[in-house]
């Protein structure tokens, strides 16, 4: 089987890592590495969740740092909805391995060098590590493959009237991105948000994992809560990047239109919408118009049979 060689650019985040864990039960992945992006927490808890979740993955390739800000514009957090970790209440286990001394803009260029058009970026939070690349490195978009990120939206958004959460925080990162040349599936709101979770659902979650892995349905209980007590103006718990990472290992969940994808950088009601003119002759992307959600809800569900233990630490014996 042709494995798909991948970095991983991140901002865990709850529904990151559950794309994480769907990722480590891919077959046909080959992780080269971990790049942390601030987006849904600060960078230095999303530095700590992604080391600390790769280490709980057994993945031991390196987890690179990148942005703690947005390009040009003042950075905001999805803290409201991820908690004051970045993963609510999720005890992970303190990351014994120090992050990579690359930074990931550094890392990034120095994996598609070596692989020589091979690899693939799965990029699920803001796109400045991306940016940044390109920006430092003008011949990068011919060494990769392709970008597979969860971002945009068709049609309405979750920040603001129209922005996606990771191209409102870096709007100029992302117009950046669709303007490398490098070929981009985009996975937006306007497919991911089918993937919300039922009630019924949520008890097969809970069967599945059972008490010795009960951690993960209590983090997604916690996931339910943020938005079915607060108002986010909508309530449906969505894996949306766990739908960017089962795309990628297996293209039969999604039905993707080609389409030019230009991001509104203004500051106003539109600050990171994505428009998608379907009809142009001169197409930058491939965009998710349908999901074969029974398909997806299947990966996920079985990536969380497969879930690893996590050890968790007793307030009292601190082991
Ligand atoms: O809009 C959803 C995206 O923003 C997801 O990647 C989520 O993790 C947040 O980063
Ligand atoms: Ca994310």
């Not at 120090?98 to 799965?122: N, V």
């Not at 497919?191 to 009960?214: N, Y």
């Not at 943020?226 to 960017?244: E, K, Q, W």
Request: net charge negative.
């Amino acid at each position: 089987m042709t494995k798909h060689k991948i970095i991983l650019d991140t901002d865990p985040g709850i529904d990151d890592f559950f794309a994480m864990l769907l990722a480590a039960d891919a077959q046909n992945l080959e992780l080269r590495g971990v790049t942390a992006v601030a987006g849904n927490q600060v960078m230095e808890k999303i530095a700590n969740n992604a080391r600390g979740i790769a280490q709980l993955l057994g993945w031991d390739c390196p987890v690179s740092l990148g942005a703690d800000r947005p390009l040009l514009i003042p950075q905001i957090t999805a803290s409201q909805v991820h908690g004051d970790t970045g993963l609510g209440n999720f005890p992970l286990p303190a990351p014994q391995k120090d992050a990579d001394k690359r930074l990931a803009w550094d890392f990034i260029y120095e994996e598609a060098t070596a692989l020589d058009g091979e690899l693939e970026i799965l990029a699920i939070g803001p796109l400045t590590n991306l940016a940044v690349a390109f920006l430092r490195y003008p011949d990068l978009p011919q060494k990769l493959r392709r970008i597979v990120l969860m971002g945009g939206a068709t049609e309405w958004g979750n920040r603001g009237a129209y922005g996606e959460f990771n191209f409102y925080v870096d709007p100029h990162a992302a117009e950046i991105v669709f303007a490398s040349g490098v070929p981009i599936d985009m996975v937006g709101l306007n497919v991911t948000m089918q993937t919300g979770i039922s009630d019924e659902e949520f008890d097969d979650i809970a069967r599945t994992v059972g008490d010795s892995r009960k951690v993960y349905s209590e983090l997604l209980e916690f996931y339910r809560n943020i938005y079915c007590v607060n108002d986010l103006g909508f309530r449906i718990v969505a894996m949306h990047d766990s739908l960017a990472a089962a795309f990628l290992t297996d293209e039969r969940v999604l039905e993707m239109r080609k389409a030019k994808v230009q991001i509104d950088c203004s500051t106003g009601l539109c600050r990171g919408r994505s428009i998608a003119d379907f009809k142009s002759e001169s197409p930058n992307a491939r965009v998710a118009v349908a999901v074969d959600r029974p398909r997806f809800w299947d990966m996920v569900m079985h990536s969380l049979q497969n879930a690893p233990d996590v050890r968790v630490q007793s307030s009292a014996s601190g082991k």
